[in-house]
């Protein structure tokens, strides 16, 4: 693989050394390409542009989601948030005999927000004890038959450590429970196959690893969920019947269709096409292998340098983020900026995520700068 290449097709390389791909993918040329797609269609043929080709888009772009991670076409819904695709999860359960929901501190806040303002559900939050990861004994111990769903990451979002979602998938099952994974940090620059897995909601979108920037989210569901699965917010676009335009007449879809609203961001699908298009061109096996690479090569610099790490040690635990823990991470972001070097912080922590299109003179630059600056 000429990774240059690929670099090349990533125009902010020429000014910065971006190593921020878990906040926000890097804009590809394609990406930029197929947004003039879109809005020439649009000036060309307004409206009659949703029959002739957009509705297709949509479609295109369900396809392309489930082969990133081994579903089927039928089993995806799109959504403008990962937010929005799971308060409309969150709306299909049943709270009166199952009003536990078993969350863990470490997953991105929108997940747990969901059953915060559910009055009849009772969020169990299962604690980290070192901030990296949480054991998957956990998830096992809080379920029970009481519960309505397990709900994590597949990737933290802090640390980057990776969960076994089969597992944890199976404890859920175990009790009755839905397994549902926020792998928003995971898909594209993480191997996935949903039915071996056996999960029953996995939710992404297109910002970071998939490379389709802002306002569109996808969601999975398990076949043999779909028709038990009554989400209790929804929009026209989630009745079957959608192009009759009868106010009486609600059906949901069969398919994962049944959880989506309302009119598509038409601008992030066509982005979010043409980024998932490159993972796969490349390939998520390659992408894994060339990430892990260059996440060993960055963990071993910062080592080097003496310095420390908040996430985990072995290689096949940790997806394509570094943490570093350092006193003023806000600061450090700052003066990184200044130097061209593009990273972010959460809570007590820098946060560096090489991609495909990094090299190790990124990782070396960051390091080197962090070494001057004495963090
Ligand atoms: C793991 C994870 N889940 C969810 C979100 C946010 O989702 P949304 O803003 O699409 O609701 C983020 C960050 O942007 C995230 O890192």
Request: with cysteine; glycine share 8%.
């Amino acid at each position: 693989m000429d990774w240059t290449a690929w670099r090349d097709e990533f125009p902010i390389f020429r000014r910065t050394r971006y190593l921020n791909t878990c906040s926000l993918g890097a804009l590809s040329r394609r990406v930029r390409a197929a947004q003039t797609r879109f809005l020439d269609e649009w000036e060309q043929h307004g409206a009659t542009a949703w029959y002739s080709t957009w509705m297709g888009e949509l479609d295109g772009l369900r396809g392309r989601f489930a082969q990133v991670i081994g579903a089927d076409k039928d089993e995806i819904g799109l959504a403008p948030s990962v937010s929005v695709a799971l308060s409309s999860v969150a709306s299909a359960l049943d709270y009166a005999a199952r009003p536990k929901v078993i969350l863990s501190e470490l997953d991105f806040p929108t997940v747990s927000y969901q059953w915060a303002v559910k009055a009849d559900a009772q969020r169990v939050i299962v604690p980290s004890t070192d901030g990296i990861s949480v054991p998957p004994e956990a998830y096992e111990a809080a379920a029970d038959d009481r519960t309505a769903a397990v709900v994590t990451s597949h990737v933290f979002f802090t640390s980057g450590a990776i969960q076994d979602i089969a597992r944890i998938t199976k404890a859920a099952h175990r009790v009755g429970a839905l397994a549902i994974v926020d792998a928003y940090q995971a898909t594209g620059q993480l191997p996935t196959d949903v039915h071996a897995s056996g999960v029953d909601v996995l939710i992404s979108g297109g910002l970071k690893w998939l490379l389709g920037g802002t306002g569109i989210a996808l969601k999975y569901v398990r076949k043999d969920r779909l028709r038990e699965l009554r989400p209790a917010i929804t929009g026209w676009f989630g009745n079957r019947f959608q192009f009759d335009f009868d106010p009486r007449r609600f059906e949901y879809w069969d398919d994962a269709r049944r959880f989506e609203l309302g009119t598509t961001a038409n601008a992030a699908v066509y982005a979010c096409s043409a980024g998932i298009d490159i993972v796969l061109e490349i390939g998520v096996e390659r992408i894994r292998a060339r990430t892990m690479e260059l996440g060993n090569d960055l963990v071993d610099r910062l080592t080097d340098a003496g310095m420390e790490i908040r996430s985990p040690r072995d290689p096949k635990s940790r997806a394509g983020i570094v943490m570093i823990p350092m006193k003023d991470p806000a600061s450090a972001v700052h003066t990184l900026a200044d130097l061209g070097i593009l990273v972010d912080y959460r809570h007590d922590r820098l946060r560096a995520s090489p991609y495909f299109y990094n090299t190790p003179e990124d990782n070396a630059a960051l390091v080197d700068a962090l070494r001057s600056r004495g963090a």
